[in-house]
């Protein structure tokens, strides 16, 4: 059964699963030491918490290059979304010592690189500057930039990767802790 729930108050029984998921969820949370004892509470003993984020930002070639571009167009103040929320929990002995507060005395870290593929550089200018909180940021420097910034980010990526299918190292952590 789906649920849709607050990750900082689970609307679950005490040890009521053997694993909880989160995917790419986790550097949003507002207060990730409650998250991750909410985790624990509703795990079994020797359940196992199961997340994912991303690693930082500049071993994600493509957020890191609309990143880069809107910083040449507000340059006296950037963007940072991308860098600050998707890409800023990626420091493993952060993650380690957070998970630890909460209670979790088993945590494994595994890092992969893959590519992230498009068919054209304007898919991940759109998917980064229109598709996500950067939007904001972008439509609060400069009312009505959205398109002339995402059109930017697009030549950016094509100048780097080229104009036809583009493909970039994406990294992120996958993270495993033990009750």
């Known amino acids: 059964t789906w649920r849709q729930a607050d990750a900082l108050k689970l609307p679950f029984d005490d040890a009521a699963f053997d694993l909880v998921c989160c995917q790419f969820g986790a550097m949003f949370f507002p207060d990730r030491a409650a998250a991750y004892r909410e985790a624990k509470r ?3 003993p020797g359940g196992h918490f199961l ?5 930082r930002i500049e071993e994600n070639i493509f957020a890191d290059d609309v990143t880069n571009a809107l910083a040449r167009i507000f340059p006296h103040d950037p963007p940072r979304f991308l860098a600050r929320t998707p890409h800023g929990y990626h420091d493993k002995d952060l993650i380690r010592s957070d998970l630890a507060a909460a209670g979790f005395s088993d945590v494994a870290i595994d890092t ?3 590519q992230s593929r498009a068919s054209s550089p304007r898919v991940p200018a759109v998917a980064y500057c229109q598709g996500t909180l950067l939007r904001n940021e972008i ?10 910034a995402t059109d ?3 030549a950016a990526i094509a100048d780097r990767h080229g104009r036809g ?3 970039a190292k994406i990294q992120a952590h996958f993270i495993v802790a033990v009750v």
Request: net charge negative.
């Open 42 to 44: 509703v795990l079994k």
């Open 152 to 154: 930017y980010a697009e």
């Open 139 to 148: 439509d609060a420097r400069e009312a009505g930039s959205l398109a002339s």
């Open 112 to 114: 992969r690189a893959e």
């Open 51 to 55: 997340f994912s984020v991303w690693d």
């Open 165 to 167: 299918a583009v493909a």
